[in-house]
């Protein structure tokens, strides 16, 4: 998993759309802490491997380039207080009445998995919550 970090990030640009509506930016990129944890976890593979006929190789560690689908997250973090997130365990933005946020933005990190079925269950349990009001 990706660890957060204040370098990645979603920001509005001083451009404007077409419709006057500023453009998001996205500044993402990993840092040397992640790629020493990914040259770490060749090192432990390649262990693994060590009596088998397999092979594990990243050919250069230096200018590593790994990056998965981009599933975006984390710019709607769901937390228990506003200090270190955005939406609370039922998807409620905090601090504001009837405004709820249910896609990949509430997800804190997440790998390189695809976050479908998350965002189903995230779903189905904002969709019982809203039935209870």
Same mark, same amino acid.
């Given at each position: $998993?990706?660890?957060? #970090?204040?370098n990645n990030?979603?920001? %509005?640009?001083? $451009?404007?759309d077409? !419709?006057?509506?500023?453009?998001p930016k996205?500044?993402?990129?990993k840092?040397?802490?992640?790629?020493s944890a990914?040259?770490?976890a060749?090192k432990l593979?390649?262990k693994?491997?060590e009596n088998?006929?397999?092979? !594990?190789?990243?050919?250069? #560690?230096?200018? %590593?380039k %790994?990056?998965h689908?981009?599933h975006?997250?984390? #710019?709607?973090? +769901?937390s228990? $207080?506003i200090?270190?997130g955005?939406?609370?365990? $039922?998807?409620?933005v905090?601090?504001?009445?009837?405004l709820?946020i249910?896609?990949?933005s509430?997800i804190? !990190?997440f790998?390189?998995?695809n976050p479908? !079925? #998350?965002? +189903?269950a995230?779903?189905?349990?904002?969709a019982?919550?809203?039935k209870?009001?």
């Amino acid at each position: $998993d990706q660890i957060p #970090t204040k370098n990645n990030k979603v920001i %509005l640009s001083k $451009d404007r759309d077409e !419709f006057n509506r500023y453009i998001p930016k996205i500044i993402f990129g990993k840092d040397q802490n992640e790629r020493s944890a990914i040259v770490e976890a060749k090192k432990l593979i390649e262990k693994h491997l060590e009596n088998t006929e397999y092979k !594990f190789n990243i050919i250069n #560690t230096k200018n %590593l380039k %790994l990056f998965h689908g981009n599933h975006f997250s984390g #710019t709607a973090r +769901m937390s228990s $207080d506003i200090s270190s997130g955005v939406v609370n365990s $039922d998807l409620k933005v905090h601090n504001l009445n009837n405004l709820y946020i249910c896609d990949s933005s509430v997800i804190p !990190f997440f790998g390189n998995s695809n976050p479908g !079925f #998350t965002l +189903m269950a995230f779903c189905k349990k904002l969709a019982n919550h809203l039935k209870k009001l």
